[in-house]
Antibody
Framework: EVQLVESGGGLVKPGGSLRLSCAASGITFSSVSMNWVRQAPGRGLEWVSSISSSTSYIYYADSVKGRFTISRDNAKNSLYLQMNSLRAEDTAVYYC???????????WGQGTLVTVSS | QSVLTQPPSVSGTPGQRVTISCSGSNFNIASNYVYWYQQLPGTAPKLLIS???QRPSGVPGRFSGSKSGTSASLAISGLRSEDEADYYCAAWDDSLSGVVFGGGTKLTVL
């Protein structure tokens, strides 16, 4: 059974930083691309960032470029999102999702809530 | 304003067939696969349709996807109360070098 478990969410002040983690099991982590997708309260899904299996390809949404950094540790089956210069509009549930070259966002975690507020 | 356009809501009665449209452009839907996700209330999204029209294992045959040009559609036949959820389309966008989602469609089963 595939399991993706996010952690690291919480309350942070505007301008602050937070690091999200996603622990994967039940998949060959080193063979899949990984992604972060967020959902603001009461809103739709928004893609945030993607990283290929070997980290050769990394992409960011314009809304987070220059502030967020995606990374992964294939030895630890883990995905990360370093979020700096956080803004109120970054408040959302952040989901990690795995994918392949054939399938976008195949498996999803349960999400972790990030709240940016003073 | 989402890059992919979906109707905010659709509704139907049990047993009916409903469709949800997803409109995009040559940069996304026309040139890349379309995916559909189902999000039941209070839960994480789940892959419903892959690569335009492929159903992952465990997804009932009542769900089907299609694509033509810059538009795609999700059809749900034999509507059931448990289908009440939000549905999202998504595709890679070549001009943005990123994934774009539709704004989501809330399905209500009357």
């Amino acid at each position: 059974e595939v399991q993706l478990v996010e952690s690291g969410g919480g309350l942070v002040k505007p301008g602050g930083s937070l690091r999200l983690s996603c622990a994967a099991s039940g998949i060959t982590f080193s063979s899949v691309s990984m992604n972060w997708v967020r959902q603001a309260p009461g809103r739709g899904l928004e893609w945030v960032s993607s990283i290929s299996s070997s980290t050769s390809y990394i992409y960011y949404a314009d809304s987070v470029k220059g502030r967020f950094t995606i990374s992964r540790d294939n030895a630890k089956n883990s995905l990360y999102l370093q979020m700096n210069s956080l803004r109120a509009e970054d408040t959302a549930v952040y989901y990690c999702a795995s994918g392949t070259t054939d399938v976008l966002f195949e498996y999803w975690g349960q999400g972790t809530l990030v709240t940016v507020s003073s | 304003q989402s890059v992919l356009t979906q109707p905010p809501s659709v509704s139907g009665t049990p047993g009916q067939r409903v469709t949800i449209s997803c409109s995009g452009s040559n940069f996304n839907i026309a040139s890349n696969y379309v995916y559909w996700y189902q999000q039941l209330p209070g839960t994480a999204p789940k892959l419903l349709i892959s690569r335009n029209n492929q159903r992952p294992s465990g997804v009932p045959g009542r769900f089907s996807g299609s694509k033509s040009g810059t538009s795609a559609s999700l059809a749900i036949s034999g509507l059931r109360s448990e289908d009440e959820a939000d549905y999202y389309c998504a595709a890679w966008d070549d001009s943005l070098s990123g994934v774009v989602f539709g704004g989501g469609t809330k399905l209500t089963v009357l």
